[in-house]
């Protein structure tokens, strides 16, 4: 700075207003600087004799921490019994996990700054459609493979890219086992007419619209279909619409709170549908029985890919040191975690398959393998949805949600070692 | 705010009569540098740190040039981001383009859009003055979020759009970009420039000087706010039509984000309101610091902690932004060394931080 | 239909009796020092924070808790004015307190995260899903005993303001700053207990939002611009404006809802504001500005 003020003293003719100027480009510069330094400080270790970098961008602040959290989790649940189990081709693996802060702008740098300067040998997806999207592209660029688990809204399988697989059930299908079961009733039991609500959310919204495509040419008669913001914290004037409706089953497309709000108000009201599904809340266990009272979950559903005991390879395993972990019971165990851990089994099988880390073998491994993970069996089509997932559809029964899956006929059957049957018409509050 | 109608010239270099040779030297200096910065600094993470940084220094420079020079504070930009965004979308879908080079030639038709847009929020929110007018402008930014999930025909909802995705590698990909943006950066620091030279953003000045004095002075307020407005629309714009076409694929929370609006003033702020530097440098600083410790620190709690102490380090100690504190700080350096060493040299223009009336000025140019 | 209607009028009545009062520690605060509290949001979440660990750590009731967060939040309050607000200059102070309060904001919303994560939670309390039938109307007691609470607290704020010395100070230096400076009120006092209160009310609200929705450190993003919109459509200063726009927000979304569809509803009552503010440049029950001579 000494230096600086002493040369502009000598040539400049407006006293202080070179000075800044200099000032402008030195700041710019070191910004700059920063940047690249701080950028390429790791420098990578690509060898192959280290440990195998696996890189994922999260979000662990924002709009998505929560989730982005529980995907860490399950995340780190795999890398630990991968390494406990002899690593990969026999090495470990250890996760370089970054913060995208639920920023599209954050995510995008990350993934570069993954693949170009952390020089990481594989990439697991971050968390939402929109994200999931947004770095595809990015990740794409460089030829890697995209196994995600969380980024399964319809938009993501639209840009015609071979390098993104989802592992989970697409978000679309989670009803579609529902709607076939009502749609295949003889005409005498079958409900003549349906309510629908919905978030305005790209994992919400297209279920429903998948399910209505099946109900209403089954004569199932649509005499609500609403759509309100995920902003919104006052569901009372929705929940007077379905009822004021009197249709004979509902489905609504929600998370925890709106659904436990809309079973209070129709418990208050003395609305009973023949049966009411939502596409999630109910299957957070603990947490919604507090929400709704214990007395009232009896006969209500929800679609899921997974569930704590499902009986998949690993599954029961998986459940069991996350307990040890991170404590709490199975019922607890959000279905994010096995979202992530079954990124991590699909990839590391392929990845097997393959005796290599070679990326263009591993897009060709995983778009012509089938794998299994914790969610049940993997397999994807050419735009990388995994076609071999359906929907359970789970009931609540007494203090437990029992299991369904469609039979040849569509029909929903208890899965053994369960016997009880699904209860329809569902029973009065 | 101040009882007389004086103000501070803001401290800032550009804001002299003319450029002088030395000026002008450094000046192209620092262009040429942030032209072949992504030729020498070819690492991807660096070169999409820098194409975002300067999509805000853009963004930053056009808000400062209506919200700095007016002192009417807007917080609803976004509004501008998030029409740019959509506009370049939809031409880009309707038009069956491929991604490419030549796509480029829409950003300036998505910028054209987002200032037909700022023309009727400008002509509502500029009836209003003070805090009335920053609730205005946010109140019209969450409209526009929720337009932009409810129109589904211009925006396809929440399921978003997807943009053309050019060919080119890795490698190469992120120069492009940078290279508009940075074409769009310095022709919003130019347009901010040029503003600040003319009789035009004298009458801006003196608006935030004291706006009823400036209508007694024969300065047509309305007209020239809502001029700079459109025009800071239109700048916004471009850098949003950029911005959805590097990522790839816009959703309306990606559009249309409050934290947007808050950014780029608060660059401005943080570099020094209403000069011409301020918005750049601290768009030059904020933008790949926020980017690094987010990046940095996995314990989510530890980014927040240290942006937000960073942040109340710089206001506690530069108030007024860095560009006028340094300035101050300089010149008082300047003059100690003068006074103890050669007589001070003589000046063509007033030093800065001179406090002359605005109004008066702008009422003498007018007469 | 009908019952429908009249049923969203209730329950926006009752909720918008939430927002007030998350929402007046933010119109007082304005009113006096022109400090827009961009932490007002996080306020709120940091309330809720301490009523939970009261709650889950110790039994104590949140009601009951109340005790304890109000004065708590009130040093938190005092610290903050003392320690950032105070040293910012006259000129560009309403401008540079928006920079100065969301640096505060992720500072606080940096440390929630590092003791509570990012898990969303909610405050329970025997009453919390219960609720009564009235009129035909189920009430939930939770709705009620925060509206109640609302009602019982701007009240005491508004006999504060009225009928104390502190109050009066208070009151003068909203009408003029410089003149109270004048008459021998001590301005940094007065800001420093201003601050204090605003932030001791939103102790109260912060438990009531903590107990009807789930929170996480990030919740106060969505909270700030809803309350600042509210304090603004009720009159900058105005303790009851701020309620009544409250409620007014409530009852146009919840109607809206109803009679046309959810997902304009929120649209429709930023139009009633945009328009409501044309006419009325300084809110529903906002004085005219006169210290800007």
Known sequence: MHQLVKGDERKVKIPGVLPRWRAVAVLGAVALLAAACGSSGNSGSGSAKGPIKIGVSLSLTGDFSADGKAFQQGYQLWAKQTNADGGLLGRQVTLDIVNDASSPVQVATNYQKLISVDHVDLVFGPFSTGLTKASSQVVNRYGYAFVEGAGGGPSVFTSGLHNVFDVSLPVANNLVSFAKWVAAMPASERPKTAAYATQDDPFTAPQLDAARKILEPAGVQTVYNKTYPSETTDYSPIAAGIISAKADIVLVGTLLPDVSAFVKQFVQQNYNPKALIATAGPDQGAQFIQNVGANRTEGIMVPNGWYPTADNPGNADMVKAYIAQYGGTAAEVSSDVPEAYSVGEVTAQAVKNNGSLDQAKLIKELHSSTFDSVQGKVKFDSTGQNVDAFSFVFQWQGKDLVPFKPDANSLLVPVPPETRKIQYPKQTW | ?367 | MGTELSKAVVDGVLTGGVYALMAAGLTLIFGVMEIINIAQGIFVVLAAYLSYVLQVHLGIDPFIGLVFTMPLMFGVGVLIEWGFVRRLKAQNRSALSILVTFAVAIVIEGILTQFFSADLRIIKAWYVDKSVHVFGFYLPYIYLLGFALAVVLLAALYVFLYRSRSGKSIRASVQNRTGAELIGININRVSAITFGIGAAVTAAGGMVFGATNSFNPNSGYDLISRLLVIVVLGGLGSIGGALVAAVAALVIEDVTAVLWSPIWASTMFFAVLVLVLLVRPNGLFGQAAVRAQ
């Open chain 2, 1 to 367: 705010m101040a009882s007389s109608a004086s103000l501070a010239v803001p401290a800032d270099p550009l804001s002299g009569r003319g450029l002088s040779m030395v000026r002008r030297v450094l000046l192209g200096a620092l262009v040429l540098f942030a032209i072949v910065f992504p030729f020498v600094f070819t690492n991807p993470a660096t070169t999409s740190i820098a194409m975002f940084t300067l999509l805000y220094v853009g963004a930053s420079s056009a808000w400062n040039t209506f919200s700095g020079f007016t002192g009417y504070m807007a917080l609803g930009n976004a509004v501008f981001y998030g029409s740019g965004a959509y506009a370049f979308a939809n031409l880009a879908s309707h038009l069956h383009l491929n991604g490419g080079m030549g796509i480029f030639a829409l950003v300036p038709v998505a910028g054209l859009i987002a200032g037909l847009v700022a023309l009727p929020v400008g002509w509502l929110a500029l009836r209003t003055r003070r805090h009335t007018f920053v609730v205005i402008t946010i109140a019209i930014f969450f409209i526009f979020q929720l337009l932009a999930y409810n129109l589904h025909a211009l925006t396809n909802g929440s399921s978003g759009m997807s943009l053309p995705i050019p060919p080119w590698d890795a490698q190469t990909y992120n120069t492009y970009f940078y290279l508009a943006a940075l074409v769009v950066a310095v022709v919003a620091v130019a347009v901010a420039w040029v503003v600040r030279r003319s009789s035009f953003g004298l009458e801006l000045l003196a608006i935030r000087d004291d706006e009823d004095r400036a209508l007694g002075l024969g300065v047509r307020t309305t007209k020239v706010k809502l001029a700079t407005f459109v025009l800071t629309g239109f700048l916004t714009g471009m850098c949003g039509a950029i911005y959805a076409y590097y990522l790839g694929s816009i959703y309306p929370p990606f559009a249309f984000e409050a934290i947007f609006d808050v950014t780029i003033a608060l660059m401005a702020f943080f570099g020094g309101l209403g000069t011409i530097s301020g918005p750049v440098i601290g768009a030059l600083i904020l933008e790949p610091v926020q980017q690094y410790i987010t990046l940095r620190f996995t314990a989510g709690g530890f980014s927040l902690i240290a942006f937000g102490v960073l942040f109340l380090i710089v206001i506690r100690f530069m108030p007024e932004g860095i560009v006028p504190s340094l300035a101050g700080v300089l010149r008082r350096r300047l003059r100690a060394r003068a006074e103890g060493g050669a007589s001070p040299q003589s000046s063509d223009s007033p030093p800065p931080g001179t406090t002359v009336s605005a109004a008066g000025v702008a009422g003498g140019v007018r007469s």
